[in-house]
């Protein structure tokens, strides 16, 4: 799984990324009859070939594989001339389970000499977890108090004078009234300075569901009231919802036996009034303010730091540049005891002898099989497949199959051993690299990501897109440095340069890695933290009732 650039052409900018490979990747605009030189081996191009798109090294004829980074990512529909763009038109989604190129035990850990010893500034909880972040978390049991939630979201936003959105508030005024109208208030000063703020979580779920629906929705908010970056939860029930008190307060034990973090349990059909709950949800969040802001950053090693991965709005260059980018900050993580998490298995199809070689024992390896064909049997059930993966936006930018996205984005996972493959809602508990069952989409994947643990994300793009998370910084990595400058409000660090051959995976991942200790250590915030892009969205695995 590691990036093997197999050649080059330089001036004429194609890279072929794997020796194995029968397609070349465009890295520019190429015009029909560019003539091309691969390995000694001289071809012109019978079409244009439009930067991030692939075109043939030999002419393949239906059935036929089309190879990149060294596996099966596509089989020919239709006769592909030499020197050919591979289209939806002419391949489709296709795997191998050939012999796998990892061997277990096989993994040669990189040189983090320049870190070791290395720390960040976290927050230290009792049960001995270390956060990046120090939030109080407001949550719906179900969606009946979305409502209460956003009248709360306002009133502390009021309260504390911590409006993120008081700047666009200020534009409207201006376009409705033609000119300022009255300003907006300045921001005041912080009450609360060891708090990062409060976090309001709205949902879709908790009642109309599957009854395991309303457990996974109940574990996945104990994952986040029992998360490092957590001080504590208000919590609002309506009542005779499926998802109850109880089950919650069960799927919190199981994470926190000893009940070290405060959480406060309000039900609205047993209060007298909306007022007064409301006014009791108000006093338990800044009541939980003040008790968080007792907590102090203090340095702990990088072994705390569990990073999870995840990718959206990919293209051509993502599986390039940016994805193995941060497979090798992953790496790096690992070897010095800390974790990273590999979610989206949808885009880890067909790579999954890859990632089933690099497992630590058969148990893993098992495991994660038994959870792959779980998920492939459930979307069959309703008529879907993982080739249905590719967005419009995935196959314009060159990512024309499922597998060639797969074999892409399972790179951001590095190249360490799997020490654990956990469920959806499962948190982790080993050190090293997990895998987690998740779909595909974006926000409910990393969403996933900070339920199973990770008080860091790194989140790679190839198009631009505003995702954050309510509890856990996310960090954006742009796979191309156009990107980079027009959504510079969005984008965190920039590996283009990596296609331009100007630098070093390795160099730009140690770069990268000193970015995500600073942003554990709060002294750098990632633009979604800025633009307060806290999206929550669970997975809902079963049907509506």
């Known amino acids: 799984m590691s990036q093997t650039i197999a050649s080059d052409s330089g001036q004429l900018g194609t890279l072929r990324v794997h020796a194995a490979d029968n397609v ?275 340095p702990a090693p990088l072994s705390k730091l569990s990073i999870g991965v995840e990718c959206g709005g990919s293209d051509g260059f993502s599986g390039l540049s940016a994805n193995p980018l941060v497979g090798a900050v992953i790496d790096r993580l690992v070897a010095l005891g800390g974790s990273g998490i590999l979610s989206e298995f949808p885009e880890l199809c067909g790579v999954e002898h890859e990632l089933i070689a690099r497992c630590s024992d058969d148990a893993v390896a098992q495991r994660f099989s038994e959870l792959m064909e779980a998920y492939q049997r459930h979307a069959a059930l309703v008529g879907a497949d993982f080739s249905m993966n590719p967005s419009p936006g995935n196959i314009r930018d060159g990512l024309i199959t499922d597998a060639m996205k797969s074999a892409g984005a399972a790179k951001k996972g590095g190249d360490s051993p799997v020490v654990d493959v956990l469920d959806y809602t499962e948190p982790q508990t080993r050190a090293g690299l997990s895998l987690l069952c998740s779909p595909g989409n974006d926000v409910e994947s990393t969403t996933a990501l900070a339920g199973s643990g990770a008080n860091l994300i790194m989140f790679t793009t190839g198009l631009g897109t505003p995702t954050g998370n309510p509890v856990t910084p996310v960090l954006k990595i742009a796979s191309n440095s156009s990107l980079a400058r027009r959504m510079s409000d969005v984008i965190d660090f920039d590996a283009g340069p990596i296609i331009r051959g100007e630098v070093e995976i390795g160099e730009l991942a140690d770069r990268l890695l000193e970015m995500c200790i600073e942003t554990a250590s709060g002294r750098f915030r990632p633009r979604a933290v800025e633009l307060a892009q806290y999206d929550f969205i669970p997975w809902k695995r079963g049907v509506s009732l």
């Not at 090294?57 to 089989?75: F, H, K, N, Q, W």
């Not at 976090?199 to 996945?220: E, P, S, Y």
């Not at 070290?260 to 009791?280: D, F, G, K, T």
């Open 24 to 298: 070349l990747v465009a890295l520019k605009d190429l015009p029909a009859g560019s003539e091309v030189t691969d390995n000694g081996q001289h071809l012109t191009l019978t079409e244009a070939i439009r930067h991030k798109h692939k075109f043939t090294l030999a002419a393949l004829e239906p059935g036929d594989s089309v190879i990149m980074y060294g596996v099966t990512v596509g089989r020919a529909t239709r006769p592909i001339a030499r020197g050919a763009a591979i289209t939806t038109e002419n391949i489709e989604h296709s795997t191998s389970s050939s012999t796998p190129q990892a061997k277990r035990g096989s993994w040669q850990a990189p040189d983090v000499a320049h870190f070791q010893g290395a720390t960040f500034d976290g927050y230290h909880r009792p049960d001995g977890q270390v956060g990046t972040a120090n939030v109080w978390l407001v949550v719906p049991l179900v969606f009946c108090e979305n409502r209460n939630i956003e009248v709360l979201r306002q009133c502390v936003a009021d309260a504390l004078g911590e409006d993120p959105f008081r700047d666009y508030k200020q534009l409207a005024r201006e376009l409705l009234h033609g000119d300022a109208g009255e300003p907006s208030p300045p921001p005041r000063e912080q009450l609360f300075p060891n708090v990062d703020g409060v976090r309001f979580l709205t949902h879709t779920l908790g009642c109309g569901g599957t009854d395991g629906d309303a457990q996974a929705l109940c574990q996945l908010l104990a994952g986040y009231i029992c998360h490092p970056n957590v001080a504590g939860a208000t919590v609002l029930s309506l009542g005779c919802q499926k998802a109850q008190i109880d089950m919650i307060k069960a799927a919190i034990q199981a994470r926190d036996p000893k009940g070290l973090r405060p959480v406060h349990y309000l039900e609205q059909q047993a209060s007298l009034s909306e007022q007064a709950l409301i006014r009791e949800s108000l006093t338990t969040i800044f009541d939980g303010l003040a008790t968080a802001n007792q907590v102090e950053r203090a």
